[in-house]
């Protein structure tokens, strides 16, 4: 997979620059379709076409986007780490990285940025198992651990913290790495990341307290078994956060919502369609239009389709 490109040539022409993850800007997705393999009727495209026009995402070098091709760990490293800018709550355990990420690895620094912001975990014997296709139910945990994000209904008193955190986190400095597409799912175009101002997306609906502790206090079983037929397939230590992801309005299922498929691998068309309404939910783009069939796949939305 890696072969389509230099890696060493791409390090050595970024070496030095650095990387800021953007606060996207309000304006809404086109239905201009960038990507052949992406047409217009295609589930994902709204999420897809909004993340790549934000530099969030990109293609192959051939042209294409590949949406139904799986992710493996060290892509989704680096695609939170372009997508999020989050703070440093832990340290790498040894002075190296991990065992199985060698020096000069393509994904180096963002597993590293990945395992320090909280989003990713290593095994207990210091492994990152980066080439490993990652499960949908694993990249929810990952998105729910390392952006604390809250259920929509008490997103608006939750305190906005990050996990783990005892004390004043320093933004780490970012790396001089790649700022292009490598970090953002592996195509190697030369551009400029600039950092633009947050989007001033709608605050969520504020609950009353009734409502608020409704919603905290419903075990995380009860509702995936609520929203998912294939709820029972959910690892155990996972279920906590696909309810939290649920309940943010984070999970996008096609082709029914009802149907999550936690342990098939990710396809990079989920990833994207998660990652956006991760964004949304932090505040950071506006929701797509409800008329904008892509949102029928929204699990949670007054407007999807239960099938």
Not at 127 to 151: D, T
Not at 204 to 209: G, I, L, V
Not at 240 to 245: F, G, N, Q, T, Y
């Amino acid at each position: 997979m890696h072969s389509l490109f230099s890696v060493k040539n791409i390090a050595s022409l970024t070496l030095g620059l650095t990387v800021v993850a953007p606060m996207v800007s309000i304006a809404p997705a086109t239905a201009q379709t960038t990507f052949p393999d992406v047409p217009q009727n295609y589930w994902a495209q709204p999420f897809i076409e909004s993340l790549t026009a934000r530099n969030i995402i990109a293609g192959y070098p051939d042209g294409t986007f590949r949406p139904e091709q799986a992710v493996q760990r060290d892509e989704f490293a680096a695609l939170v780490r372009k997508a999020f800018s989050t703070e440093q709550v832990r340290e790498i355990p040894s002075a190296s990285t991990f065992n199985d990420v060698p020096q000069g690895y393509w994904a180096n620094p963002a597993i590293e940025e990945a395992y320090e912001q909280g989003f990713m975990q290593a095994t207990e014997n210091n492994n990152f198992l980066p080439e490993e296709e990652i499960e949908r139910a694993e990249a929810l945990v990952i998105l729910m651990r390392g952006l604390n994000l809250v259920p929509a209904q008490t997103a608006a008193t939750a305190p906005q913290t990050t996990p783990g955190q005892t004390t004043p986190a320093t933004r780490r400095a970012r790396r001089g790495s790649i700022p292009f597409a490598i970090a953002s799912l592996m195509q190697p175009v030369f551009s400029a990341v600039s950092q633009v101002a947050p989007a001033q997306a709608t605050p969520p609906e504020t609950t009353t307290p009734s409502e608020t502790q409704a919603a905290v206090s419903r075990p995380p079983a009860e509702i995936v078994s609520n929203y998912y037929t294939d709820a029972a397939q959910i690892p155990p230590n996972a279920v906590e956060d696909v309810a939290r992801a649920t309940e943010a309005n984070v999970v996008v299922n096609y082709p029914s919502v009802r149907v999550l498929n936690p342990t098939e691998p990710l396809s990079r068309a989920s990833a994207a369609a998660w990652i956006h309404q991760a964004l949304v939910r932090l505040g950071r783009l506006e929701p797509l239009t409800p008329n904008v069939e892509a949102t029928n796949y929204i699990v949670g939305r007054p407007n999807a389709e239960n099938q």
